[in-house]
């Protein structure tokens, strides 16, 4: 299968209707940790008490020299048993 032109058509996510729309893949950026690390500053700062288990890079942009889509992925740890 050919990668040319690293796009393809994305595929319905979470149940919603299928999109139409080309998924972009990007060379890796030396700046995707980065942007990572200033998010992970906000989410702190908004959420920090409720991130019990940690706020994390997630995703092809977290894998040194991949290309990927050019979506910084978090996934933020919490405890279901705290209450808001």
Known sequence: MSNEGHEACADAGAGGPPREEPIRIAQYDPAWPARFAEERT???????????????????????????????DILVGVDVRTTV
């Open 42 to 72: 906000r989410l702190t700062e908004a959420i920090g008490a409720w991130a019990s288990g940690g706020i994390h890079h997630v995703g092809s942009t977290a894998v040194p020299g991949l290309d990927a889509k050019p979506v910084i």
